[in-house]
């Protein structure tokens, strides 16, 4: 069963940084392209940052780009952000998901993170 | 990097069928057949029902399909049923490793 467990999401004030994390379990990680998706309370999806198996296509939302810094290490089956600058309109529940390839869809989904930008 | 263009609500009684619309540019949805689309329940998880404009995954019913035509997408749900209350969000590929969603549609069942 694929599984997508993410963490390091909490209460941070504008202009630091945090880390997310996403665990993956029951596929093989490194086939297969992964994405960050935030939602803000109340509003739509928004797509934030994605990378392929290899780390070797990487794209960013313009509203994070230059912040934010996605990363994976394919030997522990993780997918990190790196969100640093943070602004209050940061604040947002993140998934982490998985994709067949960088352009295909996102065919699961973790429950989310919750990241409150506040001072 | 602009979101594609979602009707904000839709409804019908069930049994019936609505289409719900998404529209791009030739930039995003008009140049790529990576068209998804996404249910989500309230409080839950988005959940994939339509990828690649018209294919469904394993385990989505049938009533579910989905279309393209130039820059606009459509999601179409047959044999509206009490459960297909949700959020639908449409997603393109838009070049360079992006991605852009739709900005939502709220379906409700009469």
């Not at chain 1, 490194?30 to 109340?42: K, L, S, T």
């Not at chain 1, 309109?89 to 973790?110: H, V």
């Not at chain 2, 989905?66 to 820059?71: A, F, L, M, T, V």
């Amino acid at each position: 069963e694929v599984q997508l467990v993410e963490s390091g999401g909490g209460l941070v004030q504008p202009g630091r940084s945090l880390r997310l994390s996403c665990a993956a379990s029951g596929f093989t990680f490194d086939d297969y392209a992964m994405h960050w998706v935030r939602q803000a309370p109340g509003k739509g999806l928004e797509w934030v940052s994605g990378i392929s198996w290899n780390s070797g296509s990487i794209g960013y939302a313009d509203s994070v780009k230059g912040r934010f810094t996605i990363s994976r290490d394919n030997a522990k089956n993780s997918l990190y952000l790196q969100m640093n600058s943070l602004r209050a309109e940061d604040m947002a529940l993140y998934y982490c998901a998985k994709a067949g390839g960088i352009a295909a869809a996102l065919d699961y989904w973790g429950q989310g993170t919750l990241v409150t930008v506040s001072s | 990097q602009s979101a594609l263009t979602q009707p904000p609500s839709a409804s019908g009684s069930p049994g019936q069928s609505v289409t719900i619309s998404c529209t791009g540019t030739s930039s995003d949805v008009g140049g790529y057949n990576y068209v998804s689309w996404y249910q989500q329940h309230p409080g839950k998880a988005p959940k994939l029902m339509i990828y690649e404009v018209s294919k469904r995954p394993s385990g989505v019913p049938d009533r579910f399909s989905g279309s393209k035509s130039g820059n606009t997408a459509s999601l179409t749900v047959s044999g509206l049923q009490a459960e297909d209350e949700a959020d639908y969000y449409c997603c393109s590929y838009a070049g360079s490793n992006i991605k852009v969603f739709g900005g939502g549609t709220k379906l409700t069942v009469l």
